[in-house]
């Protein structure tokens, strides 16, 4: 079954540092979507790349796809006290009956001030 | 900006009882679904919603689960039966389009539901 890992599943920095994470998967997707996730608060959608794009951008936020490894990365930089969260990766399947989400395990990262 | 809102933020239920969480989507979207989060788990998919009906659902959303859009604004799920493992949190998220149209989906703050 498709799922998604990230690692680490753990980062702490420094403020003004860049944060990278990482996501693989396992099937074919349509696209590979973002989001954060404050504690105890519900999912903000960050960024959402498609199969047949390499890269994107959004402010501080870079996101690279790589179909052939099936992997992305979701860069942050200059990173802000405010960006201390858990951030997930989804992937909507390829084919699939609908848009489903399938999400990764998470990455909980601290950004110390 | 729109959001989606969910009702309560807590539920405390008795096991075997009856749960309704509540959600109001964004007003133009037209797919909804619902996902839950164990403590410390992944976010799973349950369900999605169109046109009226369900287009597709997880194994986990078994006959003690039901979704229902009663009028033109609320989309709620039921929990006919409760039991210890439905603990979790539970998120409503809505969408524009898919496919072709792919527009990401939102979601709300969640209902922490607690089954004692």
């Known amino acids: 079954s498709q799922q998604g890992e990230e690692d680490p599943q753990a980062l702490s920095i420094q403020e003004g540092e860049n944060a990278t994470m990482n996501c693989s998967y396992k099937?074919?997707?349509?696209?590979l979507q973002w989001y954060r996730q404050n504690s105890g608060r519900g999912l903000v959608h960050l960024i959402l790349i498609r199969s047949n794009e390499r890269e994107k951008h959004s402010g501080r936020l870079r996101v690279t796809l790589d179909t052939s490894k099936k992997s992305s990365s979701l860069l942050i930089t200059a990173s802000r006290a405010a960006d201390t969260a858990s951030y997930f990766c989804?992937?909507?399947?390829?084919?699939?009956?609908?848009?489903?989400?399938?999400f990764g395990t998470g990455t909980l990262l601290a950004v110390q001030p | 900006e729109p959001e989606v809102t969910q009702t309560p933020s807590h539920q405390v239920t008795q096991m075997g009882q009856e749960v309704i969480l509540r959600c109001v989507p964004i007003?133009?979207?037209?797919?909804f679904y619902w996902y839950r989060q164990i403590l410390g788990q992944k976010v799973e998919f349950l369900v999605s919603?169109?046109?009226?009906?369900?287009?597709?659902k997880s194994e986990i959303f078994d006959d003690q689960f039901s979704v229902e859009r009663p009028d033109g604004s609320n989309f709620t799920l039921k929990i006919r039966s409760t039991k210890l493992e439905d603990s979790a949190m539970y998120f409503c998220?809505?969408?524009?389009?898919?496919?072709?149209?792919?527009?990401?989906?939102?979601f709300g703050d969640g209902t922490r539901l607690s089954i004692l």
């Open positions: 919603f169109y046109n009226n009906e369900i287009s597709e």
């Open positions: 099937t074919s997707i349509n696209n």
């Open positions: 998220a809505s969408s524009e389009g898919w496919g072709d149209l792919l527009e990401p989906q939102h």
């Open positions: 989804a992937t909507e399947r390829f084919g699939g009956a609908t848009n489903k989400l399938i």
């Open positions: 007003s133009n979207h037209l797919y």
